[in-house]
T-cell receptor
Framework: EAGVAQSPRYKIIEKRQSVAFWCNPISGHATLYWYQQILGQGPKLLIQFQNNGVVDDSQLPKDRFSAERLKGVDSTLKIQPAKLEDSAVYLC??????????????FGPGTRLTVL | AQSVSQHNHHVILSEAASLELGCNYSYGGTVNLFWYVQYPGQHLQLLLKYFSGDPLVKGIKGFEAEFIKSKFSFNLRKPSVQWSDTAEYFCAVNARGYNQGGKLIFGQGTELSVKP
């Protein structure tokens, strides 16, 4: 089966610019996660969707980050305006069942963002 | 606060050496435990998982991990490493349950370099 797709793979922007990332989860997967991985750290959850509803966005910096998952399929994550500390790899993951902690999360290749 | 700590940031071994990577967690509840691996240039992928039952779990490629509840630990082991095991390894936990969302909390990762 096809894996989680993400684009772009790399993005370089200047601070205060805006940027958007796209994720297409595995077909049929109800739950979609966006993680931020700063160099030298493990991934940290930014936002979790179940179908097209937000379940957890407690660690999303809402003054500059936004995300949506229209029609419960693909998702976009936006940063506006970007700061230097937003430089990181943004990972998208999906899992099959709504709300279960037992399901394996499948990760995409990530988008590496560099903010200059 | 929920957290996962991995003892070693970078481990260098020769082929055929034994491997043990430490992982401790702090979590106010019952957890599921995971080890993920990221080979160079590839996605994060699941290596093994523990939900309940036998605390010694076996994963892919000869890896195993032991859950010691009293020590809040979930160490990863392999009796004899190969050059192809060179990768970054992440320990992760989530709250156990069918309605707990599945959010993963990751450690900071351990980079393993195996010399041929």
């Amino acid at each position: 089966e096809a894996g989680v797709a993400q684009s772009p793979r790399y993005k370089i922007i200047e601070k205060r610019q805006s940027v958007a990332f796209w994720c297409n989860p595995i077909s049929g997967h109800a739950t979609l996660y966006w993680y931020q991985q700063i160099l030298g750290q493990g991934p940290k959850l930014l936002i979790q969707f179940q179908n097209n509803g937000v379940v957890d966005d407690s660690q999303l910096p809402k003054d500059r980050f936004s995300a949506e998952r229209l029609k419960g399929v693909d998702s976009t994550l936006k940063i506006q305006p970007a700061k230097l500390e937003d430089s990181a790899v943004y990972l998208c993951a999906s899992s099959l069942v709504v709300g279960s902690s037992y399901n394996e999360q499948f990760f995409g290749p990530g988008t590496r963002l560099t903010v200059l | 606060a929920q957290s996962v700590s991995q003892h070693n940031h970078h481990v260098i071994l020769s082929e055929a050496a034994s491997l043990e990577l430490g992982c401790n967690y702090s979590y106010g509840g019952t957890v599921n435990l995971f080890w993920y691996v990221q080979y160079p240039g590839q996605h994060l992928q699941l290596l093994l998982k523990y939900f309940s039952g036998d605390p010694l779990v076996k994963g892919i490629k000869g890896f195993e991990a032991e859950f010691i509840k009293s020590k809040f630990s979930f160490n990863l082991r392999k009796p004899s490493v190969q050059w192809s095991d060179t990768a970054e390894y992440f320990c992760a936990v989530n709250a156990r349950g069918y309605n707990q969302g599945g959010k993963l909390i990751f450690g900071q990762g351990t980079e393993l370099s195996v010399k041929p």
